[in-house]
């Protein structure tokens, strides 16, 4: 019964990192001024030395800002020197309550302010 509670806390905890790097990718993103088609052509060209053999969408984007898909460390890195910002700034959790501006639809005010 405990190892069960252990492993939902634990999965809790993920999701909420892979919520938290998508709201910051996606602050990151709009500071830019970069629509998440732009971030996928970037990428695609960043990960495959301007050979775009592995594609990017946008689709994927908008997955790994609303946390239903969670991305690994290159695509962190490459993400960070596109946007110019850490790696470790996707993992930084402000003041707000980043959830509950994503559910009111207030994102968009608390990323420009």
């Known amino acids: 019964m405990i190892r069960n509670?252990?492993?939902a806390y634990e999965s809790e905890k993920s999701i909420n990192l892979i919520k938290l790097v998508g709201f910051n990718?996606?602050?990151y993103r709009m500071r830019k001024g970069y629509?998440?088609?732009r971030v996928a052509e970037k990428l695609s060209l960043f990960l495959t030395e301007g050979k775009s053999k592995?594609?990017?969408t946008f689709q994927q984007i908008q997955k790994y800002e609303k946390g239903i898909n969670k991305t690994n460390g290159i695509v962190l890195y490459a993400l960070s020197k596109i946007l110019d910002c850490?790696?470790?700034s996707f993992f930084i959790k402000e003041e707000?309550?980043?959830p509950n501006?994503?559910?009111n639809g207030e994102v968009e005010k608390v990323i420009i302010g």
């Open 101 to 103: 501006a994503m559910k």
């Open 54 to 56: 592995f594609e990017f």
């Open 96 to 98: 707000y309550d980043y």
């Open 5 to 7: 509670k252990t492993k």
């Open 86 to 88: 850490s790696m470790h």
């Open 25 to 27: 990718l996606k602050k």
């Open 35 to 37: 629509s998440q088609t």
